[in-house]
């Protein structure tokens, strides 16, 4: 069994977070997931979504508050095999990036590098500033997978669901979970009718 950490920060796209969660529920794969939901996340649900908080836990095996740092998956000692922060704002990577925890998703993001457990952060701000480049770079260099949601069209999408859904399968296989969640490229003349 895999066991996932999803942390949803404060910034725009928690679309992102629920498309990761819904996903990770109907695969096949024993999967226990572990979220938290930051304040600010809670608002952007409200604000980008239909979805109530209730709902987003029910997709979780287990939800902490952001402000608790008693928490399991504040620790070492608890083994998980993977963190994924999506989306992550500027504030919670500076934060990662500097060391600097006061809350439980950054916490557990320092835990899992300390750790040297694979993490994932999906960061959705634009333009980025150099100080963002330099937050982020450090945290490529530390060993975290950095995966913007950057959308490709060689397919063509026909919706914004499947634009998500290749941000999702991005995660996914930076997870190192089997799916079959999106198109895959299959090379030029696939997709080339003349």
């Not at 920060?9 to 096949?28: E, F, Q």
């Not at 930051?38 to 987003?56: G, H, P, V, Y």
């Not at 000692?77 to 809350?103: E, N, Q």
């Amino acid at each position: 069994m895999k066991r996932i950490i999803i942390g949803i920060s404060g910034a725009s796209g928690v679309v992102y977070a629920i498309d990761l969660l819904k996903t990770l529920r109907n695969l096949p794969q024993d999967i226990e997931i572990h979220g938290v939901v930051s304040q600010w996340a809670r608002e952007n649900l409200r604000i980008e979504t239909d979805m109530k908080l209730t709902e987003l836990y029910d997709l979780m095996d287990y939800h902490y508050a952001n402000h608790d740092m008693a928490a399991t998956i504040a620790s070492g000692s608890y083994l998980i095999d993977a963190m994924v922060i999506v989306p992550a704002s500027m504030k919670t990577v500076a934060g990662i990036a500097c060391g600097f925890h006061d809350s439980l998703i950054g916490r557990a993001a320092d835990v899992t590098l300390k750790e040297q457990r694979k993490l994932i952060i999906v960061p959705r701000e634009t333009p980025l500033s150099v100080i963002h480049l330099e937050n982020l770079t450090k945290l490529a260099k530390l060993g975290a997978h950095i995966i913007p949601p950057i959308p490709a069209f060689y397919h063509p999408p026909q919706s914004v669901e499947e634009l998500i859904r290749q941000q999702t399968t991005k995660m996914l296989d930076s997870l190192g979970i089997e799916h079959n969640v999106a198109e895959r490229w299959q090379g030029s003349s696939r997709f080339n009718k003349g």
